[in-house]
């Protein structure tokens, strides 16, 4: 194990011990293993796309006729002043896909299904409620203090509902909702420091 070493690792953690560091300087030793790459961004379908689900009777009433529909729906939204209009229609094996050219609020959900449940022949016990997508991200907070009070001996450490909190207090996060529980993860067994 080199000086050059040694002196980085106790810069980066201070409070490690000498057996600590010995561990991972043997981290840091082991031959690198090639890794696999994993593309962690993948395109989805766009928020321009409101889904509507229902049965395939359904499905092949709208698609029959998808040109007039979509030109129906397009003067429908231009006498409600909206700024959105619907480029095409297409089906999918659970119901049908409105594609506009811009993210649907809820006044134009409400236009749109409003046509598709008053169509003639249509059975509209069988169109469930619209739904635009949303998208999901993940999240990670790193360099947060893992004691309360700033210290070891405290042994109050942070929690989930602490991070939540303070999430809720940050202008930044308003129209978001979290779809599950944080998890605080200690950086290192002896580190004070945590990652969400």
Same mark, same amino acid.
């Given at each position: 194990?080199s000086t050059?070493n040694i002196i980085?690792?106790?810069?980066?953690?201070?409070?490690?011990?000498v057996?600590e560091?010995d561990?991972i300087?043997n981290?840091?030793k082991?031959?690198?293993k090639?890794k696999?790459?994993?593309?962690?961004?993948?395109?989805?379908?766009?928020?321009?796309?409101v889904?509507?689900?229902? /049965?395939k009777d359904n &499905?092949d009433k709208?698609? @029959? %006729?998808?040109s007039?529909h979509m030109?129906?729906l397009?003067r429908? +939204?231009?006498?409600?002043?909206?700024k959105?209009s619907?480029d095409?229609?297409?089906?999918?094996?659970?119901?049908?896909?409105?594609v506009?050219?811009?993210?649907s609020?809820n006044? /134009?959900?409400l236009i &749109?299904?409003?046509?598709? @449940? %008053?169509l003639e022949?249509?059975?509209s016990?069988q169109?469930?409620? +619209?739904r635009?997508?949303?998208?999901?991200?993940y999240?990670k907070i790193?360099?947060?203090p893992?004691y309360?009070?700033?210290?070891?001996?405290?042994?109050?450490?942070i929690?989930?509902?602490?991070?939540?909190?303070m999430?809720k207090?940050?202008?930044i996060f308003?129209?978001?909702?979290?779809i599950?529980k944080l998890r605080?993860i200690?950086v290192?067994l002896?580190?004070?420091?945590?990652?969400?």
């Open positions: 194990m050059a980085k690792i106790k810069e980066t953690f201070p409070s490690v011990g057996k560091i561990q300087n981290i840091i082991e031959p690198s090639p696999l790459r994993i593309q962690m961004t993948t395109k989805g379908p766009s928020r321009k796309q889904i509507i689900f229902m /049965v &499905i709208i698609m @029959k %006729n998808s007039i030109a129906n397009n429908n +939204l231009r006498n409600a002043k909206s959105v619907v095409f229609i297409h089906s999918n094996p659970l119901g049908i896909t409105v506009t050219n811009s993210v609020v006044s /134009v959900l &749109i299904e409003k046509y598709i @449940k %008053n022949n249509m059975d016990t169109i469930k409620t +619209l635009s997508l949303q998208s999901k991200s999240l790193i360099s947060i893992y309360l009070h700033g210290s070891y001996n405290s042994q109050e450490h929690t989930s509902n602490d991070i939540e909190d999430i207090q940050n202008h308003d129209n978001i909702t979290l599950s605080v200690k290192l002896k580190s004070d420091m945590a990652i969400v």
